[in-house]
């Protein structure tokens, strides 16, 4: 019996299945390594204390907790989900991997040119924090779309709200703290939220809906 196959007709490449293996083994490590920063960093998405407490830890301890891979990986078998194909997953990993390099690179970039290198990093964890909350989410989310008995368009819209709601919800909360941080310009943050943000997203939709 082929136990992929059987589990939905529409995504029975083995791929898929070794890519939900991967990042479930993934998480398990990650969980079972870091399991306070794990706790404290889906907190951090709703409270500024947890927020602040995270980016303390974060900054004095030698061993990160990456998440940012997951959101990778489940972002890009999303993507991949209406045109089933090994190359769009791999072509989207690679282009949704330079994106949050670039970006990252760029705001400690400037971070160093400003000479406010703890308020970027501020910034860097804020934007960052939307994909490293949002990947857990959404693997489990992705997995019920591929394999779940919920029908697979209504799942696919209800994925689509979520992951423009939780965005809108990082747009506000970078917004907020730039309006009640006087260090940080509030003409940087529309800046960055535009080229960074709003332009690349606009992009992934017209290319993929």
């Known amino acids: 019996m082929d136990l992929i196959a059987n589990l939905n007709p529409t995504s029975s490449a083995q791929w898929v299945f070794l890519s939900f293996l991967v990042i479930l083994t993934y998480i398990t490590i990650l969980k079972f390594n870091f399991s306070h ?4 960093i889906l907190k951090s998405s709703y409270s500024k204390k947890f927020s602040n ?7 004095n301890s030698k061993h990160k907790l990456h998440l940012i891979p997951v959101f990778i990986l489940s972002f890009s078998l999303f993507l991949s989900f209406q045109d089933l194909s090994l190359i769009l997953f791999i072509k989207s990993i690679f282009w949704i991997s330079l994106y949050l390099v670039i970006k990252y690179f760029i705001l400690l970039f400037l971070g160093k040119i400003f000479e406010k290198t703890y308020l970027y990093e501020e910034i860097i964890f804020q934007s960052f924090l939307y994909e490293k909350v949002v990947g857990v989410i959404l ?9 779940g008995s919920i029908q697979a368009d209504f799942m696919f819209k209800f994925i689509t709200i979520f992951l423009s709601l939780s965005l809108l919800y990082k747009w506000l909360r970078i917004l907020y703290l730039s309006f009640f941080n006087s260090s940080l310009s509030k003409a940087h943050i529309i800046i960055y939220l535009c080229t960074f943000e709003i332009i690349p997203i ?5 290319n993929f809906c």
């Open 53 to 59: 407490q995270y980016l303390r830890d974060e900054t």
């Open 37 to 40: 920063q794990f706790t404290l």
């Open 139 to 147: 693997f489990p989310l992705t997995i019920f779309l591929f394999y």
């Open 202 to 206: 606009m992009i992934i939709t017209k």
